[in-house]
């Protein structure tokens, strides 16, 4: 007997491949695609709408790195390590800063680079200052900083590159160490860009779904997301009775049929930054050709969530009109920690350190 969720990635694409519907026609009429009357109230979705991101950060890695800075006279920048991750509730994220990183030269290049950063590591460029006091008008980001972090927020959205939350979010550090006789503060100044664009969702009647092997993997107890451990995401289109076809993200019909929404599966509620996420590429997506919008500018948006036996349908309004441009956004955090000068012995180690220290990040004005 065939089964009914794929094991791999090549099963996967043979097993929920549309080909052989054919021929495939979109409505004649691109008007009252589906019905727009709410069924609930609307809510909106952004990175740190419901609550800020969360920055945790280990004892250990702040003393290891100003440690590092009084030894090298350069004061040369190095990098902060850790990894970011959407919160239980899923209101928010939590990037938490557990490993120092000296950094390396790397040949042709005209920035220095971690030495050990692994893939999925959240990556925080920091420049430290151990030598006397320093002004508390610290500028973290310059301007050759914040194009940087522009066109890369830009590319990631923009692009084909697997979606990661963790990548809107671009961050740097500056850290200052001040000693008096047995105590030393450490002022920490973080600056975050993101994108400050919003979408307005709201929840509409449910949309008729044609059966294919896909959707009804997303609707069994076994779906792609339980197997692989991970939410999974991709497109919407419809055909010409005004059902919806389900697209992976990497079949190639999405970049040829005209599209009018996105799924998701493995997401607990709307309001997932992982939702805003792919809202955003879909939007922004420079391989999409065709996006029909409804009469409001709204597209649809099908959640299959792990708390709902039947898919949640939404209709999904871009706040800043059809056709946006990105926008950014500036999170900023502030905080000085007092500490002792000598900790006890093996007060670097996570298990007997006095914990890590919490912030949260605040849109700058």
């Not at 919407?236 to 599209?259: A, F, H, N, Q, W």
């Not at 349908?313 to 900023?332: A, H, I, N, V, W």
Request: glycine share 4%.
């Amino acid at each position: 007997m065939e089964p009914t969720y794929p094991l791999t990635g090549t099963q996967m694409s043979t097993r929920f491949s549309s080909s052989r519907m054919v021929p495939f026609y979109f409505p004649p009429s691109k008007c009252a695609l589906w019905n727009p009357v709410p069924i609930g109230d609307y809510i909106y979705l952004h990175l740190n709408y419901h609550r800020n991101p969360k920055l945790v950060v280990t004892e250990k890695t702040i003393r290891l790195a100003c440690r590092h800075a009084k030894q090298n006279k350069e004061n040369l920048p190095c990098f902060l390590l850790g990894s970011l991750t959407v919160d239980e509730d899923e209101e928010s994220v939590t990037l938490t800063i557990d490993r120092f990183d000296p950094g390396r030269e790397v040949p042709e290049c005209l920035e220095r680079t971690p030495t050990a950063s692994l893939p999925g590591d959240f990556v925080i460029p920091c420049k430290i200052h151990t030598q006397g006091l320093c002004s508390r008008e610290i500028i973290v980001h310059n301007a050759d900083d914040f194009n940087l972090a522009f066109k890369a927020l830009q590319h990631h959205v923009c692009s084909k590159d697997s979606l990661d939350c963790g990548k809107l979010l671009s961050l740097r550090a500056h850290i200052t160490s001040r000693e008096s006789l047995d105590t030393v503060d450490f002022d920490l100044d973080w600056a975050a860009v993101t994108l400050a664009n919003t979408f307005k969702c709201t929840p509409v009647k449910p949309i008729p779904i044609i059966p294919t092997a896909l959707a009804r993997n997303l609707s069994s107890n076994l779906n792609i997301s339980q197997v692989q451990g991970t939410y999974k995401y991709g497109y919407l289109t419809m055909d010409e009775t005004r059902k919806l076809l389900l697209l992976l993200e990497s079949d190639p019909k999405v970049y040829s049929l005209p599209l009018v929404g996105i799924w998701l599966s493995g997401i607990i509620h709307i309001y997932s930054p992982q939702v805003w996420t792919c809202c955003l590429r879909y939007v922004f997506s420079s391989s999409i050709q065709e996006r029909v919008f409804s009469e409001s500018g709204s597209f649809i948006i099908v959640l299959y969530s792990v708390t709902h036996k039947d898919p949640e349908f939404y209709e999904c309004l871009p706040c800043d009109g059809r056709s946006p441009d990105l926008r950014f956004q500036l999170l900023t955090s502030k905080e000085t920690l007092h500490l002792f000068k000598n900790p006890p012995a093996n007060a670097g180690d996570m298990g007997s350190s006095p914990g890590p220290r919490r912030s949260h990040m605040l849109p700058s004005n």
